[in-house]
């Protein structure tokens, strides 16, 4: 498993990689990113936040740990999930990682 802290929260966004998806634990509560992984390529067709972590950042935060370890180990993401687009837009500092 390998595992990235985000600075703005002490707890860490966990691949699990024999599930194939990051997680996030806070309040007790998980978010994940389910992921599948091919030629240098991730792609994320979900992402789930728990319904006490809805509206809190809480997919955000696990979103911000899954883009630090697709460029930690220098892949390209595609995103297939709503949320993960939507993020993705909000996010133009990070369309370099796009495939």
């Known amino acids: 498993?390998?595992?990235t802290s985000s600075a703005t929260t002490s707890n860490a966004v966990v691949d699990?990689?024999?599930?194939?998806r990051f997680e996030?634990?806070?309040?007790?509560?998980?978010?994940?990113?389910?992921?599948r992984l091919a030629d240098g390529?991730?792609?994320?067709?979900?992402v789930e936040a728990a319904p006490?972590?809805?509206?809190k950042?809480?997919?955000?935060?696990?979103?911000?740990?899954?883009v630090a370890e697709v460029r930690a180990?220098?892949?390209?993401?595609?995103?297939?999930?709503?949320?993960?687009?939507?993020w993705f837009r909000r996010h133009p500092e990070h369309e370099d990682l796009l495939a």
């Open 57 to 66: 950042g809480s997919a955000g935060r696990l979103m911000e740990g899954v």
């Open 73 to 86: 180990r220098g892949l390209k993401i595609v995103p297939v999930c709503g949320y993960a687009v939507s």
């Open 1 to 3: 498993m390998s595992v």
């Open 41 to 46: 390529v991730m792609t994320i067709p979900y």
């Open 52 to 55: 006490a972590l809805r509206g």
């Open 24 to 35: 996030l634990v806070e309040e007790g509560e998980m978010s994940f990113a389910n992921y």
């Open 16 to 20: 699990n990689s024999a599930r194939s």
